[in-house]
C-alpha cells in the first residue's frame, strides 16, 4: 500500500520540490509514495481540495517559511498545517526556510519563521508538534536524504535527531568532513582562485564547511559533486543563520579567523596553524603551480 504524502509550500522558491525533482530513482519512490497534492507533480487532488475537504494523509512535508500573515487560496497556511498535522504520523521540514526561516525571515510579512525555530530559537507556534518533525535542512536539501527519512517513516525505523530535530545520519558531522581538499586544510595551503582543484577555502574564501553541519561531501550531488569539490566554499546553508553576510569573505581578527572548527579552541589551533606553516610539502605546492 503507498503512502500518502501532502507536500505543502509556504513562503519559498519551490526549491526543494526542484531538488527532489532530481532523485535519480524518482520512479521507484512513487511506486510506493502518493502525493495526494504536490506544487509541481501531478496530484490525486487539487489545492482547493486540500484546503476544503479532509483528504487522509500520513505525512506532510512543508517547503518554506511561515507567517500568521501568509496565505495559500486566502487561507493562513497556519491553519492549513494546524488542519493536517493532527491527521498525519509525521510532518517534515524541507530545507533550510522550512526548518529556520532562511532567507524568507526577510520577508514583508510579519513573524517569519520556520515551523518550529527562528534561526537557533525555539518558536512557539507549533511547539506541540515537535514530537512528530523531522526537519531536513540545506538550501536547497538533498533529494536522497529526504526520501531515505521517508523510506524510514514508512517502515517504520526509529530516526535520531538532533536538538533541531535533523536526522543525525545526515547532520552529526560537518561539511569538512570528507572535503578532498582537507590536507591543503591541515597544511594551511590556501586556494586563491574559484574553481582551482586544490588549496583550501576557509581562511580566505569564507568556506563554512569546518562549522556546517551537513553530508555533501559523503552524499554528493547528482552521485558526482559537492560545493568545495567543484571549487567553490560551502556557504553553511544547513545551519540556521544562512544566509549571512559576505558570503565569501573570511572574518579575521588579527590575522585569526573570527569562527574556528567546531570544537576547535583558539589556544590548540593556533598551535597547529604555527606548526603546520613551518612546514613545506614539496607534493603539494607543486600541486598548486
Not at 130 to 154: A, D, Q, R, W, Y
Not at 257 to 274: C, D, E, F, H, S
Not at 284 to 289: N, S
Amino acid at each position: 500500500m503507498k503512502t500518502q504524502v501532502l507536500w505543502i509550500n509556504a513562503i519559498g522558491c519551490n526549491g526543494n520540490a526542484h531538488s527532489f525533482l532530481n532523485y535519480s530513482l524518482l520512479e521507484q519512490f512513487l511506486e510506493n509514495f502518493e502525493f495526494i497534492y504536490h506544487p509541481i507533480i501531478d496530484s490525486i487532488y487539487t489545492l482547493d481540495d486540500i484546503i476544503n475537504k479532509e483528504i487522509p494523509c500520513d505525512i506532510m512535508i512543508l517547503e518554506g517559511a511561515i507567517s500568521p500573515e501568509y496565505k495559500k487560496a486566502d487561507v493562513p497556511i497556519i491553519n492549513i498545517i494546524n488542519k493536517y498535522s493532527s491527521k498525519v504520523k509525521k510532518i517534515i521540514t524541507a530545507g533550510t526556510c522550512a526548518t529556520f526561516g532562511g532567507i524568507f525571515r526577510q520577508s514583508k510579512f510579519n513573524y517569519t519563521t520556520g515551523l518550529h525555530f527562528d534561526e537557533d530559537k525555539s518558536t512557539f507556534l507549533f511547539s506541540s508538534l515537535k514530537e512528530k518533525t523531522i526537519s531536513i535542512s540545506g538550501c536547497p536539501l538533498h533529494p536522497e536524504k529526504l526520501v531515505n527519512t521517508l523510506f524510514s517513516i514508512k517502515n517504520e525505523i526509529q530516526i535520531k535527531v538532533d536538538k533541531f530535530l535533523r536526522p543525525k545520519e545526515y547532520f552529526s558531522y560537518t561539511i569538512h568532513n570528507g572535503c578532498t581538499r582537507n590536507e591543503y586544510f591541515e597544511y594551511k595551503i590556501d586556494n586563491h582562485n574559484f574553481g582551482e582543484k586544490e588549496g583550501c577555502m576557509f581562511y580566505d574564501h569564507g568556506c563554512q564547511g569546518p562549522y556546517t553541519q551537513g553530508s555533501c561531501n559523503k552524499i554528493l550531488w547528482n552521485e558526482v559533486n559537492s560545493k568545495t569539490r567543484s571549487g567553490e566554499p560551502c556557504h553553511g546553508c544547513t545551519e540556521p543563520t544562512f544566509p549571512r553576510l559576505d558570503l565569501f569573505n573570511t572574518k579575521k581578527n588579527m590575522g585569526i579567523p573570527q569562527n574556528l572548527p567546531l570544537g576547535v579552541g583558539k589556544r590548540a589551533y593556533l598551535t597547529l596553524a604555527g606548526v603546520t606553516k613551518s612546514f613545506k610539502i614539496q607534493r603539494l605546492e607543486e600541486d598548486l603551480f
